[in-house]
């Protein structure tokens, strides 16, 4: 019970943090805190600098100073990195939803990554990052 209640408020506390939302989908739709948000990582976990991505059940970081230390596929075990680039995966399909110009995009690799198409034409690939921290 105290650990659930402890996961509740970890999750509760960083809705309350959503400075970086609110995410839309392609009818303008404000998404709630359990389909997708955007929220900053807890400093007293070392994630300061890391930005989480709730979507739809699944969890993905920016993490470009690899805060979280090694993340690794769920699937194939090979290890996940967050990278930037230019292109999209060819399987890679617009979900309509939308932030600041931002645009989420999924691929056959959503299992370990989803891509963020900025609005200067560049694109992030997040890793899946399932990593748990409560707050003190």
Avoid: K
Wanted: glycine residues 10%; hydrophobic residues 40%.
């Amino acid at each position: 019970m105290t650990r659930g209640l402890a996961l509740i408020l970890v999750f509760v506390t960083a809705c309350g943090l959503n400075s970086r939302g609110p995410w839309v989908d392609d009818d303008g739709r404000q998404l709630h805190g359990n389909e997708v948000i955007e929220y900053d990582g807890f400093a007293s976990c070392d994630q300061e600098r890391v930005v989480f991505l709730f979507f739809f059940g699944d969890t993905y970081a920016r993490d470009d100073l690899g805060r979280l230390g090694p993340l690794v596929s769920e699937v194939d075990g090979d290890p996940l990195t967050f990278a930037v680039g230019s292109i999209l995966p060819d399987s890679a399909s617009a979900t309509g939803i939308t932030h600041a110009g931002r645009e989420i995009f999924i691929a056959d690799d959503r299992a370990d990554h989803l891509y963020i198409r900025l609005p200067s034409g560049q694109v992030e690939r997040w890793p899946r990052a399932e990593v748990s921290c409560i707050e003190q």
